[in-house]
């Protein structure tokens, strides 16, 4: 796969990110609409439910439908919501990208697409949901995890701090939390989503608190593994480390 990159400055993402990313995939899923909702569907066959929460390049960015296949080869119902309504941050993009980022708010966007995404789910008879997430992602991963109907989280070089914007901090994100996570930082990510940081703490005082997993990936940079270059070794071993032990996380938590 031809991955071609640009540069990019991001305010949600820590300085010297992975950049945005096109590839020539072809996803092997489906565009959905349910209750005005667009979804991108795949592996429709299954019953284990996985919610999946893309960065700021939307829902046709870099590997994340390719990510959300592999999944579905993996035993599970993957939806992928468009949050954004059509909408995308790309490079180049004119404007403030915090201010545009704060447009998708909790209320009236993040939690009404993750309540349709889960009556999605219900309707097609699935009980056990998980949640995964990627940069700007991670954020409505810890707030459907606040929710005892999904059984686990994985969040990817995250970006919980865009939850400041909304007066919600990333300790008080954790505190919500009611399931495992495993959390998969790249070195330059915020000490307080890693090892020993803030939300590990808290993470630690749960009673769910010794299944939950912080790995990172000191040589990575933020981003890589939806949106790295395949090319360079180092990533691309990364990437199948994350994914391998994402898709080793889920199935040990939704079986």
């Not at 991001?10 to 950049?19: F, L, Q, R, V």
């Not at 066959?45 to 929460?53: D, F, R």
């Not at 330059?188 to 009673?207: E, F, I, M, R």
Request: proline share 5%.
């Amino acid at each position: 796969v031809f991955n071609k990159q640009t540069n990019m400055s991001t305010g949600c993402c820590p300085a010297n990110s992975t950049p945005q990313l096109s590839t020539e995939y072809v996803p092997k899923g489906k565009e959905v609409t349910h209750a005005g909702l667009d979804l991108y569907v795949v592996g429709e066959e299954n019953k284990k439910g996985l919610l999946v929460s893309y960065d700021i390049f939307g829902w046709n960015g870099g590997r994340v439908r390719e990510v959300c296949d592999k999944f579905a080869d993996e035993g599970f119902l993957v939806v992928l919501p468009d949050y954004y309504k059509g909408d995308k941050w790309y490079e180049g993009r004119e404007g403030d990208m915090m201010a545009w980022i704060g447009k998708w708010n909790v209320a009236d966007i993040i939690q009404p697409t993750i309540d349709t995404t889960v009556a999605y789910f219900e309707e097609k008879g699935v009980t056990a949901i998980s949640a995964l997430g990627f940069c700007w992602g991670t954020f409505p991963t810890f707030l459907a995890c606040h929710s005892s109907k999904f059984v686990c989280g994985i969040s990817a070089h995250p970006s919980n701090r865009v939850g400041n914007i909304f007066g919600i901090s990333e300790v008080q994100q954790a505190e919500g939390l009611q399931s495992p996570q495993l959390i998969l930082p790249a070195g330059n990510d915020p000490d307080n989503l890693k090892a020993g940081g803030d939300v590990h703490q808290v993470l630690n005082k749960k009673p769910f608190g010794a299944q939950c997993v912080f790995h990172e990936f000191p040589e990575m940079k933020h981003g890589w593994v939806v949106r790295g270059d395949l090319n360079d070794e180092a990533i691309a071993r990364d990437v199948k480390i994350a994914l391998d032990l994402a898709i080793e996380f889920v199935k040990k938590h939704n079986n």
